[in-house]
């Protein structure tokens, strides 16, 4: 029922930054926590971002400091901006919505993210 739109990914150079967007249709965007995702080549998904229906961000220790989750409720938007990318930073990147526990959305296509000299 709930759909994801992943954009903004690229081809960048260490050092340099992306912002990543996640469209959401199809439930009550404002309601839920908002997830960021990657899966490098040849690894699992992993989460690197949790933002709550009222603003609380975390996020995973490999990322902190360099990538901030953020929300446009009146968009149904996520973002993820990204900072000092790295070469490891290199995957595809997926957002999801939770309400509780529970995924309430299908996984989209991602966006890929590649960074290289």
């Known amino acids: 029922q709930v759909h994801f739109v992943e954009s903004g990914g690229g081809f960048v150079h260490p050092g340099e930054s992306l912002r990543l967007s996640c469209l959401v249709s199809?439930?009550?965007?404002?309601?839920?926590?908002l997830i960021w995702y990657r899966r490098p080549p040849g690894q699992q998904r992993v989460v690197l971002a949790t933002?709550?229906?009222?603003?609380?961000?975390i996020h995973a220790e490999s990322v902190k400091g360099r990538f901030t989750i953020s929300r446009d409720n009146a968009k149904s938007t996520a973002y993820l901006q990204m900072n000092s990318l790295k070469p490891e930073d290199t995957a595809a990147y997926y957002c999801?919505?939770?309400?509780?526990?529970?995924?309430?959305?299908?996984w989209g296509q991602g966006t890929q993210v590649t960074v290289s000299s």
């Open positions: 999801n919505a939770r309400r509780g526990s529970i995924l309430v959305g299908s």
């Open positions: 199809g439930g009550t965007f404002g309601s839920y926590d």
């Open positions: 933002i709550s229906a009222d603003g609380n961000a």
